[in-house]
């Protein structure tokens, strides 16, 4: 009862002080999640509200943007994130544009979504649960890197 409690508190709360947006630079991500726990050249990763938040970084601004619950299970795996905290930061990180869940299925993909500028995908990374939204342009510059054989590992 005690983690249905904390887990249902997480969900209403964690998206409200949780939400990334895409387009934001490091400055305005870091004002929003304080001082990174991890850093590099083009990417930050921080720790707020139970959620680890990877941010990526293209000339400047924000154009990925991953979650996944910081809390673990009895079994030691990273718990899923619950379809409300889903739609909310689907709904933060919109830019006024709407979603369509697609049907899309992929390999480990649990949900995917688009609207006009950009996509999101709810899926399994190394058994951990993570919602990934990205801008149209990263995800062609990740596929012209894939198809160069210069690619990022799929998951920020």
């Not at 949780?18 to 050249?41: M, N, W």
């Amino acid at each position: 009862m005690k983690l249905f409690i904390l887990l249902f508190t997480l969900a209403l709360s964690a998206p409200a002080l949780v939400s990334a947006r895409i387009g934001e630079t490091r400055e305005q991500c870091e004002a929003r999640y304080g001082k990174p726990t991890g850093l590099g050249e083009d990417y930050s990763f921080h720790e707020k509200s139970g959620l680890q938040v990877v941010c990526i970084y293209h000339a400047g601004k924000c154009d990925c943007i991953a979650f996944n619950q910081l809390e673990m299970s009895a079994d030691k795996k990273t718990l899923p994130l619950s379809d409300t905290m889903i739609q909310t930061l689907l709904k933060a990180n919109s830019a006024g544009q709407t979603w369509r869940e697609t049907g899309l299925e992929l390999e480990g993909n649990m949900g995917h979504w688009e609207c006009a500028s950009m996509t999101a995908e709810y899926y399994l990374d190394k058994s951990s649960p993570v919602l990934r939204i990205v801008t149209r342009a990263f995800s062609e510059r990740e596929f012209a890197k894939e198809s160069a054989g210069k690619g990022r590992p799929k998951s920020p």
